[in-house]
């Protein structure tokens, strides 16, 4: 089931929202494995402790474009289901996918700071979105994902998006996840926040 007029109306408002049972629990465990066999397989000549890596790699574990090593993490990253909410939440025909990528943040990783996608990206959109699959369950103490409302249309780019925190409520800090079978789908310029403890997979 896509998302439904309410989910839409939400995403163009605030820049983000949750799709809850897109993927079922079953669907999720058997990825989970996959993504940690496939992280495994290209992490395993990497033998650095986290004070070895660079303060980029402290953050998290990233590995891009899984689908190119794993039949079973292309059956996730193509999934029709992921992108017709996505060509339904832009009100697009189609999307088309730039990448998958493995987040695994460790215990006592660097938090992960405010800042907008497509800033980072190689080129920018106006129409573009990020879909966050968490493989684990996620809450505020282990690593859930923070938004701040309507940011996608308020701070530009290359704009200090921690001069901005100051003038929102802290109840306004929305946890995007806190169940394993949710999927969180932000929007490209939606600012986030990674916390810690967490495993998922990214899909822009």
């Not at 990528?101 to 990783?109: E, I, R, T």
């Not at 996608?117 to 129409?127: G, L, M, P, V």
Request: glycine share 4%; charged share 30%; proline share 3%.
């Amino acid at each position: 089931m896509g998302p439904s007029e309410d989910s839409i109306q939400a995403f163009q408002r605030d820049g983000f929202v949750v799709v809850e049972d897109l993927v079922d629990p079953d669907e999720l465990e058997r990825y989970g494995r996959a993504v940690d066999l496939a992280v495994q397989t290209r992490m395993r000549e990497d033998h650095r402790v986290l004070e070895q890596k660079t303060r980029y790699e402290q953050s998290f574990q990233q590995c891009i474009n899984l689908w190119e090593d794993s039949l079973e993490v292309r059956q996730l990253t193509f999934d029709a289901r992921l992108g017709e909410m996505a060509a339904q939440l832009l009100g697009a025909d189609a999307v088309r996918i730039w990448h998958d990528q493995a987040l695994y943040k460790d215990p006592w990783a660097n938090p992960t700071s405010w800042h907008q996608d497509n800033t980072k990206w190689s080129f920018s959109a106006e129409h573009a979105i990020t879909i966050w699959v968490a493989l684990d369950e996620v809450d505020a103490r282990n690593g859930c994902m923070f938004f701040l409302p309507g940011t996608h249309r308020r701070v530009g780019e290359g704009e200090d998006c921690t001069a901005r925190l100051s003038v929102y409520n802290p109840d306004h800090l929305c946890a995007s996840c806190d169940n394993a079978d949710r999927l969180a789908t932000h929007e490209a310029e939606a600012l986030e926040r990674l916390l810690a403890q967490e495993r998922n997979c990214d899909l822009a």
